[in-house]
């Protein structure tokens, strides 16, 4: 009988911790896009459930994450699982939440670890969502088409361009155009 030639041992492939959590935020993003794209083609009260539990879990492993490593910036965990983050929050169910996490975004983009048109979007969500005015006109009333009241709207376009955005004007023809069906 002759002896088995010695195995090989295959190294363990570790995959640094900022990856896993980009893939997850990438995921739970990707997982509500799609419900959310179902609930549109087939409103029904199960698919509105579905979204509804989606977003509740998302929400509450971003508040997870939110706790243990501080807000997921691009410099953490890359560009695009730092926009599902925003995603993610955007849709909690929690302003509190909202609120606290639009503070750390406003931090990290001062200090360069994420882009300014995160904070324009959270910043515009609480605002609207606190009943006061937005201050880049990135919310859009979905009944009227037009943005939610903006502070100081005759300089609007100032701010939407140093934070990286096109002219709110262009903005809203894109979302009546989406919302025609003609894209």
């Given at each position: 009988?002759?002896?088995?030639?010695?195995?090989?041992?295959?190294?363990?492939?570790?995959?640094?911790?900022?990856?896993?959590?980009?893939?997850?935020?990438?995921?739970?993003?990707?997982?509500?896009?799609?419900?959310?794209?179902?609930?549109?083609?087939?409103?029904?009260?199960?698919?509105?459930?579905?979204?509804?539990?989606?977003?509740?879990?998302?929400?509450?492993a971003l508040h997870a994450i939110v706790a243990r490593h501080g807000w997921p910036t691009a410099a953490l965990v890359?560009?695009?699982?730092?926009?599902?983050?925003?995603?993610?929050?955007?849709?909690?169910?929690?302003?509190?939440?909202?609120?606290?996490?639009?503070?750390?975004?406003?931090?990290?983009?001062?200090?360069?670890?994420?882009?300014?048109?995160?904070?324009?979007?959270?910043?515009?969500?609480?605002?609207?969502?606190?009943?006061?005015?937005?201050?880049?006109?990135?919310?859009?009333?979905?009944?009227t088409l037009f943005p939610y009241p903006i502070r100081h709207p005759e300089t609007v376009d100032e701010r939407r361009?140093?934070?990286?955005?096109?002219?709110?004007?262009?903005?809203?023809?894109?979302?009546?155009?989406?919302?025609?069906?003609?894209?």
């Amino acid at each position: 009988m002759r002896d088995a030639p010695p195995r090989k041992s295959t190294p363990l492939i570790t995959v640094p911790p900022q990856q896993v959590l980009a893939a997850e935020l990438v995921r739970r993003a990707e997982d509500e896009r799609r419900l959310a794209n179902e609930a549109r083609s087939a409103p029904t009260v199960r698919a509105r459930t579905r979204i509804t539990e989606c977003r509740a879990g998302n929400a509450d492993a971003l508040h997870a994450i939110v706790a243990r490593h501080g807000w997921p910036t691009a410099a953490l965990v890359g560009e695009p699982a730092a926009t599902a983050a925003l995603m993610i929050l955007l849709h909690s169910p929690d302003l509190g939440f909202q609120l606290t996490c639009r503070d750390l975004i406003a931090e990290a983009v001062a200090d360069g670890r994420c882009p300014a048109v995160h904070h324009a979007y959270i910043a515009d969500h609480c605002a609207v969502e606190l009943s006061q005015p937005q201050f880049y006109g990135t919310r859009i009333d979905p009944g009227t088409l037009f943005p939610y009241p903006i502070r100081h709207p005759e300089t609007v376009d100032e701010r939407r361009h140093d934070v990286g955005l096109g002219p709110l004007a262009d903005h809203l023809r894109a979302v009546r155009l989406g919302a025609s069906g003609a894209v």
